[in-house]
């Protein structure tokens, strides 16, 4: 690959990290074929102690998708019809999807023009009696400000969630994202810092009692076969995905090391390329870069197919989700100018 023009590449591509681990990969599922255990072993029982470990945090709770994350979450919390969420108003849609489908009304929040993370000085003026929880979700790997908003929160007596999706190896002060909030969730999609060989995600918590519930929720509401206690869902992390989440987990510091280097090599050469005309999205010292995103406002990049993340704000999906429109400025012009460049290890050293 030229790197003195990565605009030329394809967007994303995941074989340089795989084949890097196949020969892993290979002998982990032909291990997994032979015992023929495939939900809720030994596999998951480890991940989720190593991953609790990463983390930093005393539990975990493997399921099939980071939005089933959320939804469970949010549930244990207890959140409910007719109860608000403070979100991020630039975001995934599954982040207020998880809100809506528990019942339960998103309140948008805009976000910060350095980062597209949710701006805390703007949360207070949103909190109702109605109000229970924040999410706040480490976008493109950027840690959003945790020590401002649990401290809001503790003062409204909320409940705080990470989405964590896109920041697994992210730290604020060597703390790591997704052991800040009562209880946080994470996705495992193959393209995330740390993802499966296909869907999967995982919840996060100190809280024992948060733990259980999230325990029986995956597993219809059972910890024993066939003793149901709560109304749940089938959503379990297989014993495959497990595997192979183990073996990619034993790199993830050094990728997370790889991807910081990386995106700041590349920044540096797209400023080079294109004249400084890209507004960059600003990474921390301890970011966990997972996507590369700049603000296209003179449309520089129009020539180019590349994807934006995202191209909604929350406002657009206004009706779909039963709540009013806010006035969400710069979330509003993140959804109409930001675009995605390539980025993905392995870029560089490709020939």
Not at 109 to 118: S, T
Not at 159 to 172: K, L, P, R, T
Not at 322 to 338: C, D, H, M, N
């Amino acid at each position: 690959m030229d790197i003195k023009n990565p605009l030329s590449h394809t967007f994303y591509d995941l074989y340089p990290l795989h084949k890097s681990i196949k020969r892993e990969l290979e002998e982990k599922f032909s291990a997994i074929i032979d015992r023929s255990q495939f939900i809720l072993g030994q596999e998951l029982e480890n991940f989720e102690q190593e991953f609790a470990d990463f983390i930093g945090v005393k539990y975990c709770i493997g399921v099939n998708s980071g939005l089933d994350a959320l939804i469970i979450s949010l549930k244990a919390l207890g959140i409910e019809h007719g109860d608000e969420v403070i979100v991020p108003g630039f975001t995934f849609f599954a982040t207020w999807l998880a809100v809506v489908n528990v019942g339960a009304i998103p309140v948008p929040i805009d976000v910060r023009p350095e980062d597209a993370n949710i701006d805390p000085q703007k949360i207070v003026e949103r909190i109702s009696p109605k109000t229970k929880a924040i999410i706040a979700v480490h976008l493109y790997g950027n840690p959003a400000d945790m020590p401002a908003i649990l401290e809001i929160a503790r003062r409204f007596s909320l409940f705080v969630v990470e989405d964590n999706a896109q920041a697994v190896g992210a730290s604020i002060l060597g703390q790591k994202t997704g052991s800040f909030g009562h209880i946080n969730a994470t996705s495992f999609y193959p393209t995330k810092n740390l993802g499966a060989l296909g869907d999967g995600g995982a919840i996060t918590t100190n809280d024992a009692l948060l733990a259980e519930k999230c325990r029986k929720m995956r597993n219809y509401g059972s910890i024993s076969k066939y003793k149901h206690e709560m109304l749940g869902f089938n959503s379990r992390l297989d014993e495959l995905q497990a595997a192979f989440l183990r073996i990619k987990l034993k790199y993830l510091e050094t990728h997370v090391t790889e991807r910081r280097k990386l995106a700041a090599q590349l920044i540096s050469v797209y400023n080079e390329r294109l004249q400084n005309q890209l507004t960059f999205v600003r990474y921390s010292s301890e970011a966990a870069p997972h996507i590369l995103s700049c603000l296209d406002t003179k449309g520089i990049l129009s020539s180019y197919e590349l994807p934006s993340h995202y191209p909604y704000c929350i406002n657009d999906f206004h009706e779909l989700l039963g709540i009013a429109k806010s006035y969400l400025p710069v979330a509003e012009k993140f959804a109409r100018f930001q675009v995605s460049l390539p980025f993905y290890l392995g870029i560089i050293s490709e020939a």
